[in-house]
Antibody, heavy 125, light 107 residues
C-alpha cells in the first residue's frame, strides 16, 4: 500500500524559501505515476501547485512559474517542493499526492488518488 | 482558468437520507470531473473520477453524474462517516481547478 508523508519547517519568515519533502513508501517513485503538490487555504481553497512525472518532467501552476521547483531527491524515494520568496499568502496546509493512472497510458498530473496527511506551513514575521 | 461553483454551501441531512450535491463549471469540462471527500484534519479522499466512475474502495452509495458544465454527486442512505466537506475538481483544462466545497452536516 502506497503511503506519502510530508515533512519540513512549519514556520517561515517572509522572503524565505519554503522547502518540503514527501517521503513515499510502498512504491518506487521513479517507476511510474505523477507526483504532485497541492495546498489548501481557508481563502482560496484547494490549489494544485505542480507535479513531476516519474521520468523527471515537471509541470507547474502558471502563476507560480519562476517561484516553484519540484524534483526528486537523488538515491531516495522522496520528492520535494521549493517555493521561493514566500509571503503570508503562502500560509497553507501543503499536501503531497500521487496522480491517478487508469491503465499504463492514461495518467493525470492533477487528479490524485493517494494523499499525504498534510503539513501546515505558516509565514509570519 | 475554469471556475468551479458548488451548491449548496451547506446541506443538512439526516442519517439514512440521500444528499444531492451540485457542481457547475464556467465552461465545458467534458466528463473530466472528480469528487473528493474531506473530513476535519484529514486530506481529501478521491471518491469519483470521470464524472461517474467510483475510485477504488468507494461504496456504491456514492454516485456521480453529469457532463459538460453540470454535475451531481448523490450519496444514498447517508451514514455517519459520510459527513464532511465535498469538493469537485475539473481536470479537463491544463490547469485543474477545485470548487469551494459543500459541507454535509448532520440534521
Amino acid at each position: 500500500q502506497v503511503q506519502l508523508q510530508e515533512s519540513g519547517p512549519g514556520l517561515l519568515k517572509p522572503s524565505e524559501t519554503l522547502s518540503l519533502t514527501c517521503n513515499v513508501s510502498g512504491y518506487s517513485i521513479r517507476s511510474g505515476f505523477y507526483w504532485g503538490w497541492i495546498r489548501q487555504t481557508p481563502g482560496k481553497g484547494l490549489e494544485w501547485l505542480g507535479s513531476i512525472w516519474h521520468s523527471g518532467s515537471t509541470y507547474y501552476r502558471p502563476s507560480l512559474v519562476g517561484r516553484v521547483n519540484i524534483g526528486f531527491h537523488m538515491s531516495t524515494n522522496h520528492f520535494f517542493l521549493e517555493l521561493k520568496s514566500v509571503t503570508a499568502a503562502d500560509t497553507a496546509v501543503y499536501y503531497c499526492a500521487r496522480g491517478l493512472c487508469l491503465g499504463t497510458a492514461d495518467c493525470y498530473k492533477d487528479l490524485f488518488d493517494t494523499w499525504g496527511q498534510g503539513a501546515l506551513v505558516t509565514v509570519s514575521s | 482558468e475554469i471556475v468551479m461553483t458548488q451548491s449548496p454551501a451547506t446541506q443538512s441531512v439526516s442519517p439514512g437520507e440521500a444528499a444531492t450535491l451540485s457542481c457547475r463549471a464556467s465552461q465545458s469540462v467534458s466528463s473530466k470531473l472528480a469528487w473528493y471527500q474531506q473530513k476535519p484534519g484529514q486530506a481529501p479522499r478521491l471518491l469519483i473520477y470521470d464524472a461517474s466512475s467510483r475510485a477504488t474502495g468507494i461504496p456504491a452509495r456514492f454516485s456521480g453524474s453529469g457532463s459538460g458544465t453540470e454535475f451531481t454527486l448523490t450519496i444514498s442512505g447517508l451514514q455517519s462517516e459520510d459527513f464532511g466537506i465535498y469538493y469537485c475538481q475539473q481536470y479537463n483544462n491544463w490547469l485543474g481547478t477545485f470548487g469551494q466545497g459543500t459541507k454535509v452536516e448532520i440534521k
